[in-house]
């Protein structure tokens, strides 16, 4: 089974910057893709960003194009978020995700989230 954990998430003032990690580990770590969802308080948790496993291929949403960055490092089975100029609708739990898929199945995996709060 996959497991990951997050890490980086703090508070920062509106224009800073904050880098997310996220440690995945399992017996065989092979993902279709890895992505970042947050969760804002009293909104649903959305997709921010992702990028396929293999071949580092990005999709990101409006909200956070040119000032997010997502990148993958396949040796040491790790997704980075790089957060610029922040503002304070950025404030949210970051959730990193691993999207497994199969011949016949699709599965998600999820972390425990990360903390960012961004102060005006």
């Known amino acids: 089974q996959v497991q990951l954990v997050e890490s980086g998430g703090g508070w920062v003032q509106a224009g800073g910057s904050l880098r997310l990690s996220c440690a995945a580990s399992?017996?065989?770590?092979?993902?279709?893709?890895m992505g970042w969802f947050r969760q804002a308080p009293g909104k649903e948790r959305e997709f921010v960003t992702g990028i396929g496993w293999s071949d580092g291929r990005t999709f990101d949403t409006d909200a956070v194009k040119g000032r997010f960055t997502i990148s993958r490092d396949k040796a040491k089975n790790m997704v980075y978020l790089q957060m610029n100029n922040l503002n304070p609708e950025d404030t949210a739990v970051y959730y990193c995700?691993?999207?497994?898929?199969?011949?016949?199945?699709?599965?998600?995996?999820w972390g425990q989230g990360t903390q960012v709060t961004v102060s005006s």
């Open positions: 995700n691993a999207k497994i898929r199969g011949t016949d199945y699709e599965y998600d995996y």
């Open positions: 399992g017996r065989t770590f092979s993902p279709y893709a």
